[in-house]
């Protein structure tokens, strides 16, 4: 899975707008998997990606402006896991938000709550999803940082991961 995963991201630093993140579904169907398991690891991978972007672009901010209050940053942050815990990976939660989802999104969206419940309850995919995402940010973060380097114009590595 690991492989896959990597070389999805290789292909979305080749095309543009992320489109290397749908090559998910080639290669994970080549893997004889449903389409419907695909689906529930490209949303439970999206929800990681956001909290992990929320995370850094909140650390940022407070780096920016000069206010660095880590509790505050801590608490944010699991008051945001914890409310996104409750939307995406709760039947009952997701149910509350497909309430609110048109309803042929909302129906079609009903078959992949098992799914993600079950990938949610398996720690290795979690674990690897949190890990995958922490390495793409510190490697597109490595990218920028040597990016401005080789203009002559170094900046603090953390600035440049709160940029990405």
């Known amino acids: 899975m690991i492989k896959y995963y990597l070389l999805m991201m290789a292909v979305g630093l080749l095309l543009p707008a992320r489109m290397g993140d749908f090559t998910a579904f080639y290669f ?4 004889g998997m449903e389409f419907s398991e695909i689906s529930a690891f490209f949303i439970v991978d999206k929800v990681f990606a956001v909290l992990f972007a929320i995370s850094i ?3 940022g901010m ?13 608490i944010f942050v699991t008051l945001f896991i914890l409310i996104t815990y409750f939307f995406f990976f709760n039947e009952t939660g997701f149910g509350f938000l497909l309430k609110f989802a048109p309803k042929r999104l ?5 078959d992949h709550i098992p799914n993600i419940l079950k990938f949610v309850k398996r720690k290795d995919i979690i674990l690897l999803t949190i ?3 922490s390495i793409r940010w510190l490697l597109k973060g490595l990218y920028i940082f040597l ?10 590595f953390l600035y440049a991961i709160a940029v990405e």
């Open 57 to 59: 672009a909140f650390l």
């Open 147 to 156: 990016l401005f380097k080789s203009l002559n114009y170094p900046i603090p």
């Open 131 to 133: 890990l995958t995402i």
């Open 106 to 110: 909302g129906s079609k969206f009903k």
């Open 62 to 74: 407070s780096i920016f402006t000069g206010i660095i209050d880590l509790t505050l940053f801590f």
């Open 28 to 31: 994970f169907k080549k893997e």
